[in-house]
């Protein structure tokens, strides 16, 4: 096969029919869950000035921005994440809205990394917010909302893990071990990277701080004690019956610098992939935006299009759940089969008749033989095939999937008719 022209640049994705629909599927669950919890949609663009990204993300993601200067000479990026535009969006409209906000977006998000197993240079992300509420039930809610998201999805209890941490724990490690704010940064960037350090450049890093290893190890491992707000958020996952969904691991602290508390992670209960989702608290971000004009507590987590797609595709009870939800989201209803050509107008004047009485109706555009339409029928994956033959308004009906044939009359009462059909 000759290889095409052009080709879609590395990183980035064509859409076929399929793909759109397992993209649709997610979505249509993304948009339920978060309405089951209360939340509205809400839409920022998607190219943003960098300064944005450059004032409050931190780690690695100002390497990994696709940044131009557009044609008025502004230095602008497509966006690698959408919480920073949320928080320039909240430090202009907060005011008209009571608190708390509960907002989501799914939006397409862009970062210049290398390709790989989950990962893409664009991407889709659903992003949940809960704004203006400090207290750590807000945390939990959100948890909350991702652990039934994941079951929404198919999965199981055993198929997945939240891993739960909290920043200000790093925080109090690093006051205690004389870190100045810029080190206590460096030491989250490294504590972020320990089980990921395949070339061991870590201990060296941790030596120049004045630590090592071993003492991050314990503190990992061995916590002194856990924050009153980690607890708290323990606490209310044991009433709604989600506790075992999460387990405290403080090597979890998120690559991103506008974290301030809690944090957590989506894996697979093999932890065979990267994190599927994360999210935590970052209640300075909106401050940092507004240069300090606006001061507003925020949580929040997101979900990328591309890893969950990966884990429900290796986790069969998932799997099957999509599957059959696509399969009954087929693009047509209802097939017209033409059996004599004089009656084309007939067919021409039912199929807008049903369309507009919302059934999903096609039909071969062409004078095609009898057999090949329904063939046609199958590959569209009609439900009915309607024969429209030279005794029309008189019909044949049959059911694509078990062959059976029910004679009807074409009169006003067809769309009734046809759907008690649809609906077996």
Known sequence: MAKPVFQSLPGFRDFRPEDCAVRNYLFRNFREVARRYGFVEYETPIVEGTELYLKKSGGELGTQLFRFEDQGGRDVTLRPEVTASLGRLLTACQRDYPKPLRWFEIGQCFRYEKPQAGR????????????????????????????????????????????????????????????????????????????????????????????????????????SDLSENLNTVLSNLEARGMRDDVEVDLSIVRGLAYYTGVVFEIFDAKKSMRAVAGGGRYDSLVSALSDGKVDLPAVGFAIGDVVIRDLIEKTPHALEKMQAA????????????????????????????????????SYSLSPTKFAKQFKAAEQAGAALALVIGAEFPEASLKIVATREEVKLTIDGDIKQTLSQYLKK
């Not at 693009?331 to 059934?359: H, M, W, Y």
């Open 120 to 223: 893409t240079r664009e991407f889709y992300q659903f992003n949940v917010d809960l704004i203006g509420e400090p207290n750590a039930a807000a945390d939990a809610e959100l948890i909350a909302l991702t652990i039934e998201l994941m079951r929404e999805l198919g999965f199981q209890k055993g198929d997945f893990v939240i891993r739960l941490s909290d920043r200000a724990y790093w925080q109090s490690f690093a006051e205690a071990k004389g870190l100045s704010e810029e080190q206590a940064a460096e030491l989250l960037q490294i504590v972020d990277k320990l089980e990921r350090d395949k070339e061991g450049t870590l201990p060296a890093k941790l030596e120049a701080l004045g630590l090592t290893v071993e003492e991050v190890q314990t503190a990992i491992k061995s916590p």
């Open 326 to 361: 696509l399969k009954a989201e087929t693009a047509c209803d209802v097939f017209l089969v033409l059996a004599d050509p004089e009656k084309q107008s007939n067919v021409l004047a039912l199929a807008s008749t049903l369309r507009t009485a919302g059934i999903a109706v």
